[in-house]
């Protein structure tokens, strides 16, 4: 036997029976493998979408000096932007890499706390396949959603934990996961209605005073949202991007035929993905809602109220703002999951059949991933190979589009704080109808912002008009035309996106 693997027997002998034979001890090391073979494609492209290029790009601004909610901004809170410039300083920021194994880390904590929960419920057997079901769930969208390091993902291990907290009766611990959660991403407050929803249930069936647990509640809550607005960011740049600044970006707009084909058509994928324990759900509900009784032993074991409350929170989360983008569905997926696996840990239906078709559905997903279309990605590449040959390190660069990314992949800092056009036109990558587009539409201000920054650090030496046949192209935003008009000439043209190099 090999020095280093009798040193490691050696050491396993030492530790205490319940660890060397214990629950975790056999399940967390399955649910790591599982979470690192799921995510494997995620290593496979520099970048998976246009948020992973926004956060990669806000977070070089940062480390070159910038400022969060001031000279760069975003409407999204700043844990992540953070975590994005922390990755950079320690690994540099050429790659994403370090990112996407944070990632793989936040879906296995995500996948340990619900393997907890279920554990507490139904057993061991319900503990170990909440945490399976969901990793291989967690692929259950397009690729570009679920294998990117956004958002979502790492709001989900402060959502869960909120959950458990509150199961446990630990409100203050609750409420600080609430608030971590909802400085990922502000939809992940949502997750405060079954926090409160558990705290009057559990003060009604004890008979003891919710006025202290509440306390300690919107105390954790509170506290972290105010030092990380009042000390760590500048305090009405905080509120007006994260809280009210976003009213018109999050309205309905005029696109309601494409808004409803996305929510139903990734409402049916998530479903297609999960059919395996949704079905079994759909047949207990059908059971207990169609005049026929359920066993008094699966009643007593199978309370799921708080889950429901849960689920309903997070499908209202999804639909705020009306975008129903594939990665919002994230959210959906740990109460789903807790719903299905209770619905098959408290019937006659065997765990097996229910494993089988959620691996089968995880392999296409995971092979779908492997084998996704790059036609955007190489254009991207293609066009940000171009700008840097058109530039030096030193010289600003405008992309005039919805992909930030094109500033990451060629190495060069934007010119304006504006890293996408639908700041200063309104315009979403989710609604690609034309009203309510542009300059009248703009961020409060943005305009005389942009003006000036162009003013004082100078005319970008290259723009690249990235908008393609949508409705902001540079012809209906006369500032932008004129810009092109006067300063600038085309350089390139790659398909719809053109480079333009400032005038000699």
């Not at 692929?139 to 979502?152: H, V």
């Not at 129903?324 to 959906?332: E, S």
């Not at 789903?336 to 494993?355: H, N, Q, Y």
């Not at 009203?435 to 162009?454: C, H, M, P």
Request: glycine fraction near 8%.
């Amino acid at each position: 036997m090999p020095t280093t693997t009798r040193r490691l027997a050696a050491l396993t002998e030492r530790l205490p029976v319940r660890l060397r034979t214990g629950y975790w001890t056999r399940v967390v090391p399955v649910l790591a493998l599982l979470a690192v073979i799921t995510h494997i494609p995620s290593f496979l492209r520099p970048v998976w979408s246009p948020d992973e290029g926004f956060l990669a790009t806000q977070a070089r601004m940062l480390a070159d000096g910038g400022v969060l909610y001031d000279t760069v901004v975003d409407r999204k809170p700043p844990l992540l932007p953070w975590l994005y410039e922390a990755c950079f300083t320690v690994f540099g920021s050429l790659s994403l890499w370090p990112l996407r194994t944070l990632a793989i880390v936040a879906h296995l904590v995500t996948a340990i706390l619900l393997a907890s929960i279920a554990r507490g419920r139904w057993g061991d057997r319900a503990g170990a396949a909440a945490g399976g079901l969901y990793l291989l769930l967690s692929i259950g969208l397009s690729p570009e959603d679920t294998q990117a390091a956004t958002f979502e993902v790492f709001m989900l291990p402060a959502m869960v934990a909120a959950f458990r907290y509150a199961e446990r009766r630990r409100w203050l611990a609750a409420g600080i996961a609430v608030a971590l959660c909802s400085l990922t991403k502000q939809t992940g407050g949502a997750v405060m209605l079954p926090v409160l929803w558990m705290l009057f249930q559990d003060c009604r069936r004890r008979g003891v005073r919710w006025a202290p647990a509440l306390f300690k509640i919107w105390f954790g809550f509170a506290l972290p949202i105010a030092l990380v607005a009042i000390i760590l960011t500048k305090p009405k740049g905080f509120l007006f991007w994260v809280v009210t600044g976003s009213g018109d970006y999050a309205s309905f707009g005029g696109a309601w035929v494409q808004m409803t084909g996305r929510a139903l058509g990734n409402s049916a994928i998530l479903l297609g993905a999960g059919l395996g324990f949704v079905l079994p759900l759909g047949r207990r509900i059908w059971l207990k809602y169609r005049n026929r009784q359920l066993p008094a032993a699966a009643e007593e074991r199978g309370s799921t109220a708080d889950l429901w409350v849960w689920l309903l929170s997070s499908v209202v989360a999804v639909s705020v703002g009306f975008h129903f983008f594939g990665h919002y569905y994230l959210q959906l997926m740990p109460p789903l999951v807790l719903l299905g696996v209770g619905a098959v840990a408290t019937s006659a239906i065997r765990w097996k059949p229910v494993m089988v078709y959620s691996t089968a559905a995880a392999t296409v997903f995971w092979v779908l991933a492997m084998a996704w279309p790059g036609e955007r990605l190489d254009r991207n590449t293609e066009v940000a190979s171009a700008v840097a040959a058109q530039s030096t390190p030193k010289d600003k660069v405008l992309v005039w589009g919805m992909h930030p990314e094109l500033y990451w992949l060629s190495d060069r800092m934007p010119a304006t704080r504006y890293l996408t056009a639908g700041f200063l036109t309104n315009f979403s990558g989710g609604k690609d109808g034309s009203e309510n587009v542009g300059e009248d539409y703009s961020v409060t201000d943005a305009w005389q912002t942009f003006d000036k920054e162009l003013t004082d650090n100078g005319l970008p030496e290259i723009v690249v008009d990235d908008s393609g046949p949508s409705p902001y192209q540079p012809f209906r935003i006369p500032r932008i035309e004129n810009l092109l008009d006067t300063h600038y000439e085309m350089v390139g043209v790659f398909t719809d996106t053109v480079v333009y190099r400032l005038k000699r």
